[in-house]
């Protein structure tokens, strides 16, 4: 097969997990002599790599489908490929209201990717969209668009069944790369410089390498050995899957960032019932207590859902008081938005108003708001210890960077560089960033 050096430019949407798939499909076409492009408009290739979790993402992706009709439209040759998530469960849509792609490719069968652009000229319309239980991409060398920081998939797929989640119908079985391989590549990473490694999983403390009877927790003492340089931070976890254990090695292991993504989704235990989350307000509150007991100074982070089917006012107000119970450090906040081939699409009644999703969700996000500033205030007069990521964005003369809770801080950058470790006094706060002097 040859590419004859074609280019290609890849739209990457949603979360981490697919930022990594596009760094690995990056990998599996420059391996096949493709060469990346610097933007779209000079690309012979555009992939979009999808993300079907909620509406709003699809309906970028649609934004940007239209767009890319007028340039085929003038381009004929130009190729238009749909990855990931969304042709995964709407295969047929894809081909009726964007007949102009050339291909759609779901997250199992990226390997194809090379021969499918190859024969995209002759057979149109082509889709693979098998489901692989044993595709983890483990072996292939990521092509990197940082130096500091990666993410590291450490498993694909999902078992669960959250009555509002489309991503076990997109990404199939839960499948996990195994122990020795996760280890040699955080400990590749470490050599080839980079300070701090994301282990990614959508339910990432279910990770397991039966071979080894190892869990999560295992594994995440293993990597933090073998890369003692690193900082190591991982997502998402569950919270009916959090185990003491984990958290004992987060609180033991110096160089595991003391910060825990946990989501909640709604304060009601009713909601969580029918969310199908496997667990109560009450379970999950002990959870916390648990992490508090054995890492006092961890920062929790959350991800929630306004308005999901049925919720009353008052299950709202249960949301808004469990974030003042917690005090979650920050948290994703979303209204619901139903996505065909769930539970919930199937067999509940979307029937909170618009409107009222919306209200409820700016509440969620004013609360919020207050919550992390007072948080983030109260770091005023602290030193901490900052990874430097790269130049701020108003400013070269300063530096941005994170903290081991996983905090922005904006700082002046004097003799430092991305890259570098060093101590911050804290002299302001938003309520999403913070301001400081190098000390
Ligand atoms: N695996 C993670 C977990 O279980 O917590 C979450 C993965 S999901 C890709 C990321 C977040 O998107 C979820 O935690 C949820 O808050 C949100 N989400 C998922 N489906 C949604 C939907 N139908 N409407 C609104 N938000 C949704
Ligand atoms: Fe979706 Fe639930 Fe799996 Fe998270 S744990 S990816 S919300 S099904």
Redesign the pocket.
């Known amino acids: 097969m040859t590419s004859m050096s074609q280019s290609f430019y890849i739209h990457t949407f949603g979360c981490q997990m697919n930022q990594a798939d596009t760094e690995i499909v990056t990998a599996l076409l420059v391996g096949e002599g493709f060469v990346p492009a610097a933007d779209e408009a000079a690309a012979d290739i555009v992939l979009l790599n999808s993300c079907a979790v909620r509406e709003n993402a699809e309906e970028r992706l649609g934004n940007i489908l239209t767009q890319l009709k007028g340039r085929k439209r003038r381009r004929k040759e130009l190729i238009i490929g749909v990855l990931g998530c969304v042709p995964q469960f709407e295969r047929e849509r894809m081909f009726s209201d964007y007949p102009f792609v050339d291909f759609i490719v779901g997250p199992d069968n990226y390997r194809e990717l090379p021969g499918i652009i190859a024969n995209s000229r002759e057979q149109k319309r082509l889709a693979r969209l098998d489901y692989d239980q044993q595709e983890t991409y483990a072996g292939i060398d990521p092509v990197r668009t940082g130096t500091i920081s990666a993410f590291l998939p450490v498993m694909r797929g999902?078992n669960?069944?959250?009555a509002f989640?489309v991503?076990?119908v997109t990404r199939g079985r839960e499948r996990s790369v195994g122990f020795e391989r996760v280890v040699a590549e955080v400990a590749a990473l470490a050599a080839a410089g980079f300070r701090e490694v994301t282990l990614l999983g959508?339910?990432v403390n279910s990770w397991h390498d039966a071979e080894k009877r190892l869990d999560f927790a295992g594994l995440l003492e293993g990597v933090s050995i073998a890369a003692p340089q690193m900082r190591i931070r991982f997502t998402?976890s569950?919270p009916k899957d959090i185990s003491e254990s984990l958290v004992k090695v987060i609180a033991a292991r110096a160089n595991i960032c003391n910060h825990i993504h946990l989501p909640v989704q709604s304060g009601s235990s009713r909601m969580l019932d029918l969310m199908k989350r496997g667990h109560t307000r009450e379970e999950y509150l002990d959870r916390i207590a648990m992490i508090r007991r054995h890492i006092p100074d961890a920062a929790i982070t959350t991800d929630l859902i306004a308005g999901f089917c049925t919720e009353t006012e008052e299950e709202h107000q249960q949301t808004l008081s469990l974030m003042e119970e917690v005090g979650f450090d920050s948290s994703f906040m979303f209204h619901y938005s139903v996505r065909p081939g769930t539970w919930a699409a199937r067999n509940l009644p979307d029937d909170v108003p618009e409107a009222v999703k919306k209200r409820r969700l700016q509440e969620i996000i004013d609360l919020q708001n207050s919550i992390s500033r007072e948080k983030y205030q109260g770091d005023i007069g602290q030193t901490v210890e900052v990874l430097a990521e790269s130049e701020s964005k108003r400013s070269s003369s300063q530096l941005m960077g994170r903290t081991m809770t996983n905090r922005a801080v904006v700082f002046s950058r004097g003799e430092c560089n991305p890259g570098d470790t060093l101590l911050v006094k804290i002299t302001g706060a938003t309520s999403a960033t913070l301001t400081g002097e190098a000390v």
């Open positions: 999902c669960n069944h959250c989640c991503v076990p959508q339910n998402t569950h």
